[in-house]
T-cell receptor
Framework: DTEVTQTPKHLVMGMTNKKSLKCEQHMGHRAMYWYKQKAKKPPELMFVYSYEKLSINESVPSRFSPECPNSSLLNLHLHALQPEDSALYLC????????????FGQGTRLTVV | GEDVEQSLFLSVREGDSSVINCTYTDSSSTYLYWYKQEPGAGLQLLTYIFSNMDMKQDQRLTVLLNKKDKHLSLRIADTQTGDSAIYFCAESINGNNAGNMLTFGGGTRLMVKP
């Protein structure tokens, strides 16, 4: 099983809503990531979790709040987003350490209205 | 800092070979990757190459690495219409060993005409 599963696939939310994106993998990977991809742009790293602890935050605004409740799950809590936060949010996982294969989910396409 | 660049667009005829090029700047990268993204989908890892190699072949895919010039290419033999997608090259960021943090190029849109 080399699958990273993200839910929901699509999400439309208002600027005052609170919502969560979910990501799950059962490959035993202890590093998990959130990337953001705007239209016609490459993915950009947001957060890295290593052994369920946040190790990298790429200066992401606090309206995005990640959470890693266990080694298989990664959440991204969203609150008070702006229309410019509309994007494809990709989750990935890998074994720890540099230069290992990162497997990506299909993404959640988020629209903020 | 890291910077990965690719040409924006490539158009080929079905059955021809496609060559997608990429340049990178971080000489400490030890693995370089090629990902494929179809419309509305996530990223599919196609192949990767270790920096002490100069070539890797995997079925229709051939990766060439010129470490001196920091140039990476992906050749797709016998290109099919199903190969139409955006192709991203990526390098690992030399971070704190917490994980495989990738810097992506801007992506090359490959269009395959029947």
């Amino acid at each position: 099983d080399t699958e990273v599963t993200q839910t929901p696939k699509h999400l439309v939310m208002g600027m005052t809503n609170k919502k969560s994106l979910k990501c799950e993998q059962h490959m035993g990977h202890r590093a998990m990531y959130w990337y953001k991809q705007k239209a016609k742009k490459p993915p950009e790293l947001m957060f890295v979790y290593s052994y369920e602890k946040l190790s990298i935050n790429e200066s992401v605004p606090s309206r995005f709040s990640p959470e890693c409740p266990n080694s298989s799950l990664l959440n991204l809590h969203l609150h008070a987003l702006q229309p410019e936060d509309s994007a494809l949010y990709l989750c990935a996982s890998s074994t720890r350490g540099l230069n290992t294969e990162a497997f990506f989910g299909q993404g959640t396409r988020l629209t903020v209205v | 800092g890291e910077d990965v660049e690719q040409s924006l667009f490539l158009s080929v005829r079905e059955g021809d070979s496609s060559v997608i090029n990429c340049t990178y700047t971080d000489s400490s990268s030890t693995y370089l990757y090629w990902y494929k993204q179809e419309p509305g989908a996530g990223l599919q890892l196609l192949t990767y190459i270790f920096s002490n190699m100069d070539m890797k072949q995997d079925q229709r895919l051939t990766v060439l690495l010129n470490k001196k010039d920091k140039h990476l290419s992906l050749r797709i033999a016998d290109t099919q219409t199903g190969d139409s997608a955006i192709y991203f090259c990526a390098e690992s960021i030399n971070g704190n060993n917490a994980g495989n943090m990738l810097t992506f190029g801007g992506g090359t849109r490959l269009m395959v005409k029947p």
